[in-house]
């Protein structure tokens, strides 16, 4: 679906807050939606069509689970058909709803860009599983707010990626803390140098892609911008 302007409505996923004093609120990533208007596109917010069922908190994600029912789940879709793509950003807590829209966009054949924990849930969704090994390591070399070049990433020159910015090894920057350890339906398709996956892949037609890095942070890296600007400009000539 293209609005009157022609631009491609793409929405971001919004991610629970849970360290207001009063409020549970669901945010909005600023520098994603920069990146989108940056690159062409419209920017808004999907959010649950339900309530809180329950909150686990835990290291290093809490957990949100939603009621999701057929309606609930029917309502949260109809606002992903609004949108020419999706995608899944980062953040400390994982929702079930967020696993429920990677699965909807599958099956669809929606555009789908997933995020660090964005990515993760993409795996989670399709049978795939996280581990908190190494998390000591984890935390001193992948994790870090202000160093925006923690580590290469290598990737195949075989996958989608490459193919879009023509680099089969960067820097990148790193805020996680765990690791996947089986990516589900997905094809691995980049490591840090140290092995750990950055880069997954679904095979097939369309673009459904989940980074392990936060591109949306050094946009002014052309590599980084050109992952915002192919995931828009697939969406043009699709439509």
Do not use: R
Request: aromatic share 8%; hydrophobic share 35%.
């Amino acid at each position: 679906m293209i609005n009157l302007n022609k631009k491609p409505i793409i929405g971001i996923v919004g991610k629970p807050q849970c360290d207001d004093v009063i409020w549970n609120k669901i945010c909005i990533s600023n520098e994603i939606k920069d990146a989108i208007n940056k690159n062409g596109g419209v920017a808004i917010g999907i959010i649950p069509q339900s309530k809180i069922k329950q909150i686990k908190e835990g290291k290093p994600f809490s957990y949100q689970n939603y009621y999701l029912d057929e309606k609930s789940l029917s309502d949260l879709f109809s606002t992903i058909d609004l949108c020419d793509g999706i995608i899944l950003e980062g953040g400390i807590t994982i929702c079930d709803y967020e696993q429920e829209i990677a699965k909807y966009c599958i099956e669809k054949n929606i555009p789908l860009l997933g995020i660090c924990c964005g990515c993760i849930n993409m795996a989670l969704a399709t049978g795939g599983s996280i581990s908190l090994e190494n998390y000591d390591y984890l935390k001193e070399k992948h994790f870090s707010l202000l160093n925006m070049e923690m580590h290469d990433v290598i990737i195949d020159k075989d996958s989608k990626l490459y193919s879009m910015i023509k680099k089969d090894k960067f820097i990148v920057n790193s805020i996680h803390k765990c690791k996947i350890d089986n990516p589900g339906a997905y094809s691995i398709k980049g490591f840090a140098n140290d092995n750990i996956i950055e880069l997954l892949e679904l095979d097939g037609k369309g673009f459904n892609i989940g980074v392990q890095w936060h591109p949306e942070f050094i946009t002014d890296k052309e590599e980084e911008n050109q992952i915002f600007k192919k995931f828009i400009d697939y969406i043009i000539k699709s439509n």
